[in-house]
């Protein structure tokens, strides 16, 4: 448990090296994240245009 | 038609490498992340603080190149009107902007406990931070125009005058003073630092680099799918003037 916690205090440093690592993967992962829901979000749009059409034909609605 | 058959590509050969490119950047990450933070020493004179360099410098790295890349898209949209260059400049700037943010915030963390500051407005820092702002700027511009080919031209016109920037600073450290430190990698004459640390440099820099592909096709992917429900809107809108008049825009 010692050694645990003598590694996470990262030398009395803990303040600064946990934080950077914390931002960066926020980020990383953030940006994947809102890539992938954005992707999805799209391709919802295409497929309710594309049923929105076979049920009223294009030239109606 | 012919103007899709470029994106169809695309699509075909980014669902192969979306897959393989997302587990190498999560395995290039995972190791990486093992060496910086366990399997690697304390600097002599840095102490535990040296860790916030395998996500600052290959941060950093990524800002310059994908800024690259994004100048190196707008040209040849410019130039030779590709359809996917202008949609491949768009999908990078938000990722490019995100590792230029990390690279500010870790050097501002690193820089607190080493210099005793958190920023100083020298030559590397204040580039970078017109380089953030180049990226805020591109992706404004790119959604600035009702008309979106209008926003592309400014803003690949935007990516390719910015680029002036970009040897600014890589050079910023050797030509002005500043409390930054030199390039210790990548430099004539080899690296000068610790092989121990440079296993967790380059497995961080590859992974980041990796993990730049999959993010990419996915944002190239949405934009594609974007512009074809703005077409078959559009189509609609057309086909139907009498809902355009009974409300407008309301379906646009």
Redesign the interface.
């Known amino acids: 448990m010692d050694t645990v916690s003598q590694y996470l205090a990262?030398?009395?440093?803990a303040g600064?090296?946990w934080?950077?690592?914390g931002?960066?993967a926020a980020?990383?992962i953030?940006?994947?994240a809102q890539?992938?829901s954005?992707?999805r979000?799209?391709?919802n749009?295409?497929s309710a245009?594309?049923e929105a059409?076979d049920k009223t034909g294009?030239?109606?609605? | 038609m012919h103007r899709f058959a470029n994106p169809a590509r695309f699509l075909r050969m980014s669902a192969v490498i979306l897959p393989w490119s997302a587990v190498s950047a999560a395995l290039f990450i995972a190791a990486g992340?093992y060496f910086s933070?366990f399997a690697s020493p304390?600097d002599y004179q840095q102490?535990?603080?040296v860790?916030?360099m395998y996500?600052?410098v290959p941060?950093a790295w990524m800002a310059l190149s994908v800024y690259t890349m994004i100048a190196a898209a707008s040209g040849i949209a410019l130039v030779w009107k590709h359809p996917l260059a202008h949609i491949a400049a768009k999908a990078a700037a938000?990722?490019g902007a995100?590792?230029t943010?990390?690279a500010l915030?870790?050097g501002s963390?690193?820089g607190?406990?080493m210099w005793g500051t958190w920023w100083v407005w020298d030559a590397r820092l204040t580039s970078v931070l017109i380089l953030f702002f180049l990226y805020l700027g591109h992706m404004a511009l790119m959604n600035a125009f009702e008309d979106s080919s209008r926003g592309e031209r400014a803003a690949a016109i935007l990516a390719l005058v910015g680029f002036v920037n970009v040897p600014i600073i890589k050079f910023s450290v050797d030509w002005w003073n500043t409390l930054h430190q030199p390039a210790s990698i990548l430099r004539l004459g080899g690296p000068t630092i610790d092989q121990h640390m440079l296993v967790p440099l380059f497995l961080m820099a590859i992974g980041f680099t990796v993990?730049f592909v999959?993010?990419l096709i996915?944002?190239m992917?949405?934009e594609l799918?974007?512009r074809?429900?703005r077409i078959?809107?559009m189509?609609?809108v057309h086909?139907?003037p009498d809902?355009l008049r009974a409300a407008p825009g309301g379906t646009a």
């Open positions: 990262m030398g009395g440093y600064f090296v934080p950077a690592y931002i960066a980020v990383m953030g940006l994947l890539s992938l954005a992707l979000a799209r391709e749009d295409l245009l594309g059409r294009p030239a109606e609605r | 992340l933070l304390p102490g535990e603080t860790r916030i996500v600052h941060a938000p990722i995100g590792f943010f990390i915030v870790t963390l690193w607190k406990p993990y999959p993010v996915l944002r992917r949405a799918v974007a074809k429900v078959a809107r189509a609609r086909a139907a809902v």
